[in-house]
């Protein structure tokens, strides 16, 4: 079996290091080479750190890069750097050496030379080029490199964005294609796609068309820039971007040198003339508005706040080429989207609107179509490839084919055709078969058109993940309006959240209770806290909150307090395993919520924190509870003691947050005996499942804890001064302060006049009566009020 423990990356540059920076989160030993500096002064010719400055300085520029490229920046101490004429032969001890040099085909077999004369028989080798053709860079290498050589593309950043594009050669080994699909998939956390040696192989190919076909569809439909990234984002599942912001943020050179190589290498493209620059995007480039790096492109920043204190962003007028003040985009189709939750529905409302946002997404939509339907088999055999690559490579809610089945294939066919596209063959012999789709779903698998065998096959792969869409066609084993619970099989349920964010109100937390009663009633091995949403939870539902503490429905809100308290402690001392499975945001409430679990299987890519001093509060639902247990446990004889308290107080106090599963760890959000991280988010569900079937053999009910040591006044007088420390530091506001007080006042269990051990239930008491009383409080009714209208935290 093949192990891949040492990485050398050939490269420093920004994908260089960040490539470098992500094999170093998943425990490899890196050895990261680039060129001497040029210029080297005589006398600093054998100072090894000067000549290894090239790459050293670049690893520096990445680790301070936000967002960060590291998990943890500890892992920092897994890379190595060098340089070319020092270090190269140290190759010979690695087990896979990626190239990530300057995009010129002369380098890049320069350098290939010198890593066939020194690479070990059996080493990987691969090139992280977006768009050279992989074959070309063969030529005079051995047949051990041949067969042992691949693309694999990388997208930036290297660590958060999900696609990895493997592109064989046609000597590459299968097993060396085998090895990077799954490598890609379970050791690095990313969406691997078998792609085709051509022009900007698949991801690029019909993201830089589908861009370009918006830039041509803007000035023919009369839209602004504003109006058009409005409708390329979020109204359609897009990023926040957009279009135009997404070239400002990719930088118009890269974006324009694309879409002239492919309009250059595929002179049988039969859209050819949707890449063509338009003159707008010409007048950028020849006064150098290159974007964010140059500071302006198709936006720019006047460096000043209107009344409301937001920065002033002028928009480019692709008439008159001026920069000017657009108003807010008012467009029926937009209007029409905010109203409709559901992406499907949403994105066919806008797709039939008939205003011109409409006509712009669907005149879009509809050359799509028509482009990926052509573009099978040149860049990709499968459907799946493309959808993969568009959602993971350019963050797209749904992949283009995803896209025609959610408007209707049919429907797009005729509307296609009647506006002059033209629709790959293979589409009209798929409906003529009876197939109206291009996927299906059933018992829980999802299924894909192939086109050779003119029939449905089962997604490869997707057996080891569990998409919850995959059982909507089975009747689900509860269901309230905001949660689900699925049988996902071998005695095993999910209960997965459906509430706006996946905030936890009272459909949510009832739902966790009747699951956890049904699996300890049923024949039920454990429970499955997971969902396929962007985000885990965000927290409380804090409208709800709100809404009461403003009528002052003081028993109304301690009730939900301690049916929240209740419900988190019911996840720890069920009579089943509970376990939580994790990504994007696991803030307030659902981080309380995994830290009672039996176990948290936590995408690498998952934030963590105890956010509540944002809105005024402390955590309410166990979690400063769990915090004085997990500092009790922590405690040793002959221990200070002391500086433990402090170091959790200050975690919750200054709503510190883990920007990584790794970090949550150090935060002590995550306990090493109990959760694990899972690099690819898909897995994690899965992954849960797995660990429930393993808990479950053994399992015996927890008893709740009546041991739990606290340090009374003496730790109340140790982070009463941490806590004035941080207004010093101008870390707090007097409101932050009293906030402090009272997190401090549930850790030491009160004013209790020495050490003693205490219930969880009397500390549970504790934190619910402070977080009424922060509830009474006006600053922290006009902080719940900010979030919520503002959607970020208010300093008061």
Not at 94 to 105: F, G, K, S, T
Request: proline share 4%; aromatic share 8%.
């Amino acid at each position: 079996m093949r192990r891949i423990n040492k990485v050398a990356v050939l490269g420093s540059g920004v994908m260089g290091s960040g490539i470098a920076c992500h094999l170093a989160n998943i425990g490899l030993q890196v050895l990261m080479l680039d060129i001497l500096p040029k210029d080297l002064p005589e006398a600093k010719k054998n100072d090894k750190s000067a000549r290894n400055s090239v790459a050293d300085m670049a690893l520096a520029a990445s680790v301070k890069s936000k967002p960060a490229p590291l998990y943890d920046a500890a892992f920092l101490s897994r890379i190595t750097t060098g340089n070319f004429e020092d270090d190269f032969p140290k190759i010979k001890d690695y087990d896979w050496v990626i190239e990530v040099v300057v995009e010129r085909l002369d380098i890049k077999k320069q350098v290939f030379e010198k890593v066939d004369q020194y690479r070990r028989r059996g080493t990987l080798v691969t090139s992280n080029t977006s768009g050279i053709p992989i074959h070309l860079m063969l030529e005079d290498r051995s047949d051990d490199f041949r067969q042992h050589f691949c693309g694999t593309h990388f997208f930036n950043p290297p660590r958060y964005m999900r696609l990895l594009e493997i592109i064989p050669t046609k000597e590459t080994s299968r097993e060396v294609i085998d090895f990077f699909m799954h490598y890609g998939d379970v050791f690095l956390g990313k969406q691997t796609v078998l792609a085709k040696d051509t022009p900007a192989f698949i991801a690029n190919r019909v993201g830089v068309y589908a861009m370009a076909k918006i830039y041509q569809l803007t000035t023919e439909i009369g839209l602004t820039i504003n109006e058009v990234d409005a409708l390329t984002g979020p109204a359609i599942g897009r990023p926040n971007t957009g279009t135009f912001r997404l070239g400002d943020l990719v930088g118009h050179d890269t974006a324009a040198k694309v879409i002239q190589g492919i309009k250059d290498n595929c002179p049988n493209d039969e859209q050819a003339s949707a890449f063509d620059i338009p003159k707008y995007l010409d007048f950028l480039l020849k006064n150098n508005f290159l974007g964010n790096k140059t500071g302006q492109g198709f936006y720019k920043k006047t460096g000043e706040k209107d009344e409301k204190g937001k920065p002033v962003v002028l928009a480019l007028n692709l008439e008159t080429l001026q920069y000017e003040q657009n108003p807010k985009p008012s467009l029926p189709s937009l209007a029409a989207a905010k109203q409709i939750e559901d992406l499907g529905k949403r994105v066919k409302a806008v797709f039939s609107s008939e205003d011109k946002g409409g006509e712009l997404v669907r005149r879009s939509l509809l050359g799509l179509f028509a482009y990926v339907s052509n573009r099978i088999p040149e860049i990709a055999n499968h459907v799946y490839s493309i959808d993969d690559a568009l959602r993971a490579g350019f963050a797209w809610d749904l992949g283009p084919f995803e896209y025609w089945d959610a408007i209707g294939v049919q429907k797009s066919v005729e509307l296609a055709e009647a506006q002059g596209e033209k629709i790959g063959q293979w589409v009209h012999d798929m409906l003529a078969a009876g197939c109206p789709t291009f996927y299906k779903r059933e018992g829980g698998k999802q299924f894909y058109y192939d086109i050779k065998s003119k029939g449905y096959q089962e997604v490869p792969g997707t057996e080891a993940f569990i998409i919850l869409d995959n059982y909507r066609d089975k009747k689900p084993v509860y269901q309230n309006p905001d949660a689900t619970l699925h049988d996902i099989g071998e005695g095993v349920l999910c209960l997965e959240f459906q509430s706006k964010a996946n905030t936890m109100g009272e459909g949510v937390l009832r739902g966790l209770n009747d699951a956890i009663k049904i699996a300890e009633e049923g024949e039920w091995k454990g429970l499955v806290l997971g969902n396929n949403g962007k985000n885990f939870s965000v927290g409380a539902n804090l409208m709800m909150l709100a809404m009461m503490a403003y009528e002052q429905e003081w028993e109304q809100l301690d009730f939900a307090v301690k049916l929240f308290q209740n419900t988190t402690m019911r996840c720890r001392y069920s009579g089943i395993p509970v376990v939580a499975a994790t990504q994007g945001y696991v803030f307030g409430g659902g981080c309380e919520t995994i830290m009672h679990c039996d176990a948290a299987m936590c995408a690498a890519e998952s934030y963590i924190g105890l956010v509540e001093v944002g809105v005024g509060l402390l955590p309410g639902g166990g979690g400063t509870k769990e915090f004085a247990v997990r500092a009790s446990d922590a405690f040793f004889e002959g221990d200070v003691q002391i500086p433990t308290l402090v170091e959790k107080f200050k975690t919750i106090a200054l709503a510190s947050v883990a920007t990584s599963a790794h970090e949550g760890f150090r935060h002590g959000y995550l306990q090493p005996k109990k959760d694990a991280v899972v690099l690819n988010s898909l897995r994690n569900i899965a992954e849960a499942k797995q660990k429930v079937l393993e808990l479950a053999d053994n399992y015996v009910q927890p008893i709740q804890r009546q041991d739990v040591t606290v340090l009374g006044r003496s730790g109340l007088a140790a982070l009463y001064v941490a806590a004035n420390e941080l207004k010093l530091g101008n870390y707090a506001s007097d409101h932050d302060i009293k906030i402090a007080k009272k997190i401090a006042f549930v850790l030491c269990g009160g004013d209790l006049t020495g050490d003693q051990q205490v219930s969880e239930q009397y500390l549970l008491d504790l934190e619910r009566e402070a977080f009424l009383s922060l509830c009474g409080e006006q600053k922290t009714l006009e902080r719940i009020q900010y979030m919520l209208t503002n959607n970020k935290p208010l300093r008061n």
